[in-house]
């Protein structure tokens, strides 16, 4: 394990956990966005070589897929150009680079999940710019590059898995889609293989960091729903991709093959995660 991270983004969903699964075994330097600002070329470069981490996790992005239609400035400051000055400052203090993509990558049209080789072929600005970020990253010696996917769990945020949940414990209507497919990745999850590479343990470049499987948002919710015991009241409410008006593309079919990663660290089911944090949720 490397002995001293910085980690940014580190308020965040998945950089909250990622600074509690690295605490026990290195010093962690945690910023978030209001302590450093990284699409400041200069504010980025200072603070590495101040800092001069062994490693470098990157959990800051620009997440707005719809709005980043009418922002591509910031969506790429953030989602490429960033991760280029992040890239810079790693390679000038011999850090490792671990950063995160996304599924959007990919167009949807593939009747297999998704593996590392396969082109990609983003379908909107929101995409473009992580897949931008990802070549960008993939330029400093050494870096990791980890596609993550429907992420769930932590305590920072609500994901879209919570909104089910929550609706169906409290007999609510959730809209689920019926016709988009998914790997979901659980923060935990993504946490131990953030730690399991950078122990070295398997060679640097791009992963897909997504829990074993795949499933349509629906058969999430019926999951989610057996679950909780509420298989008779959920209230599930089945729409596909084309009833609900969304200003950016989204892949339909986007699960992810994460047999490379699976080599190295055993990433456990969607059905396994989902359990554990629904439990985790309780009082």
């Not at 992005?61 to 922002?71: I, S």
């Amino acid at each position: 394990m490397a002995r001293r991270v910085l980690v940014t983004g580190a308020a965040g969903q998945l950089g909250s956990v990622i600074v509690g699964a690295l605490r026990p075994d290195c010093e962690v330097v945690p910023l978030a966005r209001s302590d450093l600002d990284i699409t400041d070329h200069r504010a980025v470069m200072d603070r590495v070589s101040a800092v001069r981490p062994d490693a470098i996790v990157n959990c800051a992005a620009y997440n707005r897929v719809d709005q980043a239609e009418q922002d591509a400035v910031s969506a790429l400051q953030a989602n490429a150009f960033a991760v280029r000055s992040l890239a810079q400052a790693a390679a000038g203090v011999g850090a490792t680079l671990v950063h995160y993509s996304t599924d959007f990558v990919f167009d949807g049209t593939a009747e297999r999940p998704y593996r590392e080789e396969d082109p990609p072929n983003p379908g909107s600005v929101y995409a473009a710019s992580k897949l931008l970020g990802e070549w960008f990253a993939l330029e400093a010696p050494g870096a990791y590059v980890l596609r993550v996917e429907s992420l769930f769990g932590g305590v920072r945020a609500k994901s879209s898995i919570d909104r089910i949940a929550d609706a169906i414990a409290e007999g609510r209507e959730a809209r689920v889609f019926v016709d988009r497919t998914v790997s979901p990745s659980y923060v935990v999850d993504v946490a131990a293989a953030t730690r399991a590479l950078l122990d070295r343990r398997g060679e640097p470049g791009l992963y897909h960091c997504v829990n074993t499987g795949f499933c349509t948002w629906h058969e999430l919710g019926l999951e989610i729903a057996r679950l909780l015991g509420c298989e008779a009241t959920a209230r599930l409410v089945p729409v596909r991709v084309a009833e609900v008006p969304m200003a950016a593309a989204r892949p339909r079919f986007a699960a992810l093959s994460n047999a490379r990663l699976a080599a190295i660290v055993p990433m456990p089911t969607w059905q396994d995660a989902l359990t554990r944090h629904l439990r985790a949720r309780m009082p």
